[in-house]
């Protein structure tokens, strides 16, 4: 067993996983972005117009020309600040619907309406919102003219005021008896003239303290729902909650979907990689009936792994080889009828052994009848040469005249009708002979066996082979699956052991490769 890596530890590592989940992360993000999408478009649509106020010191003018009896602002933005909580009044929301003459209630036009200070222009800012957008904008306007109006009505009036006591003032005679000058006749008629002055001023408009900035303008577009805005951020956290979905669930899920997981899971090595399309196959054996070609990629992948079992065993390339899986299904009969091909291709004398003697499926695939075959000989009812047959397979390798020659035989025992258990035909003396015979006999004898996690048959045979190969099938094998296996062959001998994947994919990292 090796140590367990962290199970993501590579930018391929994540690429990985969001192939395998994405369907969860579209789903998710869809999800959100239709869900927003479909909020937005039940919300009422509202609209906002806005209009400014702009507000000036009179009194500075009034100082200009000589007089000081206004008061002066002591700050723009604090008066600012007083006129916009002025606006949202109740009083000013009372005067705006007798303008108006609308039916809406005070309270709900005040409601409709919010001020602030422009950060930039010190201009009373007011938006009025409403589902209507006429009416939203004659409510922004209606609510800065009657504050404007009301602004310069007050100036109005405290300019007749100022007038008034100034004239009382000017009445006073310039000199006194002794010809003294009052200063303070004086001063009242120089403020007197310059007060006129500006009272002309507003009322001819020149000089106003108050005037609209920015009148309200019909609004083209409704301000709320923010439809698009509102579905790229229903997509955008829809898209975040997918992958930790993803993360989770990946997390969560116990199938060995890649070679690394593999690894991983039973700690061996993994020695090849099949892909999907090779399974049902024989790799380049041309079976009696003229079946069982695989393609080009899969048959590479078959001489990979022949080649790499030749590291499996210390002391060099194994005689025997059983292929077994944890469960049915994993491809395991592919694997070793495919092995066998490519050991025979490489010019090795090689035995395919089906000791699958429950399931057989090799003698089917290879046009072969099943008897007589491994059962009849291990009970005594059948000689070598009765269940010996020839296979021709078909990769082309130089002759000696360099020629291309494409016929390399291969020696197959079909599984035979066993009579009685199985197990205990696996079990007897005959049976350990018979191997230590054909691994004499034999550069490469590959054994086809039973599941082992089904039946006790490969484990019967273990002892006796030098090397074993357990197939895992993306993505089917579990990680439960795989501590079994290791839990069942752990009290035997121990043997020089590979994986084999299978039903693997592009999305495999490294299956990919091989068709190049």
């Known amino acids: 067993m090796t140590e367990q890596e962290p199970r993501y530890s590579s930018l391929r590592d994540y690429l990985a996983l969001l192939r395998r989940q994405r369907l969860v992360v579209l789903a998710v993000t869809l999800v959100f972005g239709g869900a927003a999408l479909a909020l937005s478009a039940s919300q009422e649509k509202s609209y906002e117009a806005l209009a400014a106020a702009q507000f000036r010191d009179i009194a500075r003018d009034a100082r200009l020309l000589g007089a000081s009896e206004l008061p002066a602002d002591t700050n723009p933005l604090v008066d600012a600040a007083i006129k916009a909580e002025e606006v949202g009044s109740l009083q000013t929301a009372k005067r705006v619907k007798r303008d108006l003459k609308t039916k809406v209630s005070a309270e709900r036009l005040q409601d409709s309406i ?19 957008p006429e009416f939203a904008a004659q409510v922004a306007n209606a609510f800065a003219q009657d504050t404007v109006d009301k602004e310069n009505q007050r100036l109005e009036d405290q300019l007749d005021i100022t007038v008034e006591d100034l004239k009382a003032e000017a009445k006073a005679p310039l000199t006194d008896d002794s010809g003294t000058l009052n200063i303070d006749s004086f001063n009242a008629r120089q403020s007197l003239t310059a007060i006129s002055n500006l009272q002309t001023a507003v009322e001819e408009g020149t000089v106003l303290p108050a005037e609209l900035a920015r009148r309200a303008e019909v609004p083209s577009a409704p301000a709320s729902p923010k439809t698009a805005r509102n579905t790229i951020l229903g997509l955008i956290i829809g898209l975040a909650l997918g992958l930790i979905a993803a993360f989770v669930r990946d997390a969560l899920d116990r199938k060995i979907r890649t070679s690394k997981d593999a690894h991983e899971e ?29 393609a080009p990629a899969d048959i590479e992948a078959f001489r990979i792994l022949r080649a790499n079992i030749s590291s499996l065993a210390p002391g060099g390339s194994p005689r025997s080889v059983l292929v077994t899986s944890g469960v049915a299904q994993e491809g395991k009969s592919t694997v070793a009828a495919s092995l066998a091909a490519a050991s025979a291709a490489s010019g090795q004398s090689t035995l395919l052994v089906d000791g699958d003697l429950r399931r057989p499926v090799l003698a089917k695939r290879l046009g072969f009848n099943e008897t007589p075959g491994l059962s009849e000989y291990l009970a005594g009812k059948a000689e070598p040469k009765d269940i010996l047959h020839r296979v021709a397979t078909n990769v082309p390798q130089s002759g000696t005249n360099g020629d291309r020659v494409y016929d390399r035989p291969l020696v197959f025992i079909p599984a035979g009708n066993p009579e009685g258990e199985p197990a205990e035909l696996l079990a007897s003396e ?40 357990i197939c895992v099938r993306l993505p089917n094998t579990t990680g439960q699956e795989a501590r079994a296996v290791q839990e069942a062959i752990r009290l035997l001998p121990e043997r020089p052991t590979g994986l084999v994947v299978t039903g693997a994919g592009a999305s495999d990292g490294y299956y990919g490769y091989y068709g190049y």
């Open 114 to 132: 919010t001020t602030k200070v422009g950060s930039q222009t010190i201009f009373v800012e007011i938006t009025a919102t409403w589902d209507d």
């Open 430 to 469: 005959r049976c350990r002979s018979f191997l230590a015979k054909v691994s004499r006999a034999y550069d490469l004898v590959v054994i086809d066996s039973s599941p082992l996690l089904a039946t006790a048959d490969p484990l019967e045979l273990m002892p006796h082979v030098e090397s074993v190969l």
């Open 266 to 294: 039973f700690g061996w090595p993994v020695l090849g990689r099949v892909g999907k399309s090779a399974l049902g196959s024989t790799g380049a054996v041309r079976g009696a009936n003229g079946s069982g070609f695989a």
